[in-house]
């Protein structure tokens, strides 16, 4: 009895333990997340307060008169700031914005997912791992360098393009002043230099599908082809449902070194090449008003979160097993 008795007392010292113990594990689990959260809370949610910047006439701060001091004698102008998006200049800036993004939304799908498919079919690791170092290489690179490298094809005077037309005995294209190529080019560029990103991504998820579901395929006739429509593409849906719909969100910021460095600010390119965020800093160092580029940022928010919700909520009713939330 008595033996009993000790070791009931035992497990109840143990169950007294255990709190305790799972407490302080917590504790230092938790101080592992501190590094992330300062960073969450200091560069994304503490610089949301600027957005009252938007509403006001405001101007950078000096010696005299330090940011909260001219924060609060600014002038509240309401949505004065946000006129100069909706100029008569602001209608090709819109546009090119909204329908390079929709293009290259498309197209980058589309390549990602058949070179994903491609490279999984590959059955020798070296080949693999080559092709998909090669094709992630770009995704690294900055786009000045980018733009360096296309000017040593494109130089109007000794570019390797031009000098090729010249031997050639054809007319030689002034590719900086010629908006009609740009956009051909820049979707290129675009294409080459993100797809790396997207095909490990569609090629992570192509690896952690279960394998007997092509082994119930084969045994059943289904050709390679079968096997993708059939299996390959219903189990990516759902990570193409969730990058689809983060990329909807992003319908209506551009990429800024793209269309600022590669075509090397070339005036002439403008109407092909003008977009919201570089509209924004060429009118910011025109003018030197902060409010109107706050604005600007502001309303791209803003509209990209009004796409992520019409987009979740479109594959919600479609799918609510891929929808974000």
Not at 61 to 75: E, G, M
Not at 88 to 116: C, D, K, P, Q
């Amino acid at each position: 009895m008595s033996t009993m008795q000790s070791k009931a007392r035992q497990a109840e010292l143990r169950m007294r333990r255990t709190p305790s113990a799972s407490r302080k594990k917590t504790f230092w689990l938790t101080t592992m997340m501190l590094p992330a959260t300062i960073w969450l809370l200091l560069i994304r949610y503490l610089p949301m307060f600027g957005i009252v910047m938007s509403f006001l006439d405001y101007r950078l701060p000096t010696r005299k008169i330090p940011f909260p001091s001219n924060l609060l004698k600014s002038t509240w102008v309401g949505l004065k700031n946000f006129q100069f998006l909706f100029t008569s200049e602001s209608v090709t800036m819109i546009r090119n914005t909204i329908g390079y993004n929709a293009l290259w939304i498309v197209l980058g799908l589309l390549i990602s997912v058949t070179f994903a498919i491609m490279m999984s079919e590959l059955t020798k690791k070296f080949l693999a791992k080559t092709y998909q170092t090669m094709m992630f290489f770009p995704y690294f690179l900055s786009w000045v360098v980018v733009s360096y490298f296309l000017f040593a094809f494109l130089d109007p005077t000794n570019g390797m393009i031009v000098r090729a037309q010249r031997a050639a005995g054809g007319d030689v294209i002034d590719w900086y002043n010629s908006p009609a190529y740009w956009p051909y080019i820049l979707t290129i560029c675009s294409i080459w230099k993100n797809t790396g990103y997207s095909t490990v991504l569609y090629l992570s998820a192509i690896t952690g599908i279960d394998r007997t579901y092509y082994e119930a395929a084969s045994v059943d006739g289904a050709t390679k082809w079968q096997q993708v429509v059939h299996v390959t593409l219903p189990q990516l849906k759902p990570m193409i449902t969730i990058l689809l719909i983060m990329n909807v969100g992003k319908i209506f910021n551009a990429d800024f070194g793209l269309f600022w460095s590669v075509p090397m600010n070339s005036a002439p390119l403008f109407p092909v090449t003008q977009v919201v965020d570089t509209y924004v800093y060429r009118a910011y160092t025109s003018t030197g008003n902060v409010g109107m580029s706050t604005a600007a940022g502001f309303l791209q928010n803003l509209v990209g979160f009004i796409c992520i919700m019409a987009a979740n909520t479109i594959v919600r009713k479609l799918d609510s097993d891929n929808s974000l939330f």
